[in-house]
């Protein structure tokens, strides 16, 4: 368990501190291993984090934040794949399921879009088996300028989520 750098000095807001506070209080109580990963410019896609030296498209675990008919849902995919809405409705047997707004993001994890920290306390989550594959995956932390590398069985474990199939690759473009 480390940190390149003290966290303090890439938070902007008291709220950025208490949310990193937070996240590595959680994560030294499972003691789990894991890194934060502090930079100087802020990381907000899976693309960017491949183009800044992180690890491969794959590597990168974003979160999305989903709304249903029965609350909402942390899901977290590779970065070289997209959410399948249709798996996720008939895996978790739902009629509708969507992409949170940006303001639903604001107030189910307190993070901004682009920013969602892969774990999130008290929200449902759903990790796609393909994450399984990889050794190590990074995601937010919440935080723009820093980035969580941490084992997916880890991540299982502590959001105690559900994993299934529910991606699909990317169309080659």
């Not at 942390?74 to 794949?81: K, M, P, Q, S």
């Not at 399921?97 to 604001?106: D, G, H, K």
């Amino acid at each position: 368990m480390n940190e390149i750098q003290s966290h303090r000095q890439v938070a902007t807001s008291d709220k950025q501190v208490t949310r990193l506070d937070q996240l590595r209080e959680t994560l030294n109580a499972a003691q789990v291993n894991y890194t934060l990963l502090v930079h100087d410019l802020a990381v907000r896609s899976a693309q960017e984090g491949a183009e800044r030296g992180f690890g491969e498209l794959a590597d990168m675990a974003p979160t999305f934040i989903l709304r249903s008919e029965t609350g909402y849902l942390a899901a977290v995919i590779r970065g070289d794949t997209r959410l399948s809405y249709k798996k996720i409705k008939r895996a978790l047997k739902l009629k509708d399921i969507c992409l949170a707004t940006p303001e639903q993001v604001r107030q189910v994890t307190g993070s901004e879009v682009g920013y969602v920290s892969l774990l999130n306390v008290g929200v449902a989550t759903i990790i796609d088996s393909r994450v399984t594959e990889l050794d190590t995956i990074y995601g937010g932390c919440g935080v723009p300028c820093c980035t969580l590398k941490i084992s997916p069985q880890d991540l299982i474990a502590l959001a105690q989520a559900q994993v299934f199939d529910f991606a699909e690759p990317k169309d080659k473009a």
